[in-house]
């Protein structure tokens, strides 16, 4: 298994300051997945030498909502000079709006035409604009029983079917199998079709959205129909460490989740 494997600074090593927790993840080689930029010391995220595979993509606005679609592509832009003195190969964007904790801004629970349509103009918008710069968007699914209540086209199915139909490199899946399980299931059959479109895969365990091997998810049999599908990109742990916010049980996750994926 030839994977790339990355963590989530924002999520893991928790008692740490955070470039500490950059660092730590860039020691045990991985990549760095980050959240929102933009009350960040990017010059001291680049001093570390650590490599960037994500971070948020956009910080107001709906991407499937008329009146303020708009704003996604706004905020975009202006996160697009950090993302290159990154070196950020993908900025996350979600179906819709979230404010704190993830809780849906305008809770909606049903999808209509319009919002499809606005999705994918949107992303359209945002692959002309990657083009430009030489990043990728990743809309990134999300699950509605538990984390994300009234976000529409949230399924994996959704924002597969949204990026299909763009079909522009520039715009790809940040496919979330944590999220998946959740709210879908069947995540070999899931990852095989999706592969086509996927710019990412993020993962954590079921329940508890820990490292591998604290739930239900067989991730060492997800790993091997990756490979034998011939992915190679990324992989990255958006998890917390089940043992707590310390830098053994930091270690002990990361250690999980490269045994997982890599086989050590």
């Known amino acids: 298994m030839n994977f790339r494997l990355a963590a989530c600074a924002e999520m893991i090593y928790g008692e740490l300051p955070f470039l500490e927790r950059v660092r730590r993840i860039h020691e045990q080689g991985f990549d760095v997945e980050l959240w929102d930029t933009r009350n960040r010391d990017i010059p001291a995220l680049v001093a570390t030498g650590a490599r960037f595979s994500s971070m948020s993509g956009y910080f107001g606005g709906s991407l499937i909502d008329a009146e303020s679609s708009d704003r996604v592509v706004e905020s975009a832009a202006k996160l697009i000079p950090a993302a290159l003195e990154l070196g950020v190969e993908r900025m996350v964007v979600h179906p819709a709006e979230l404010g704190g904790g993830g809780v849906a801004v305008r809770p909606l629970h049903r999808a209509t035409g ?138 002990k996750a990361l250690s999980a989740f490269r045994h997982a994926f890599a086989g050590e």
């Open 114 to 251: 319009q919002m499809w349509l606005t999705g994918l103009r949107t992303l359209e918008r945002l692959g002309s604009l990657g083009e430009r710069h030489g990043v990728v968007f990743a809309l990134e699914n999300l699950n509605t029983v538990l984390d994300h209540p009234g976000i529409p086209l949230a399924r994996a199915k959704d924002t597969q079917a949204l990026v299909s139909a763009v079909g522009h490199p520039n715009v790809k899946m940040m496919l979330d199998l944590y999220h998946a399980q959740i709210g879908e299931g069947n995540l070999i059959e899931l990852v095989r079709g999706a592969l086509p479109w996927v710019g990412e895969i993020q993962v954590a365990d079921v329940p508890g959205r820990c490292e591998p091997g604290t739930g239900e998810i067989n991730y060492s049999a997800v790993a091997k129909a990756l490979a034998g599908a011939g992915y190679s990109g990324v992989i990255g742990l958006e998890a917390a460490a089940s043992g707590g916010s310390g830098p053994a049980a930091g270690d």
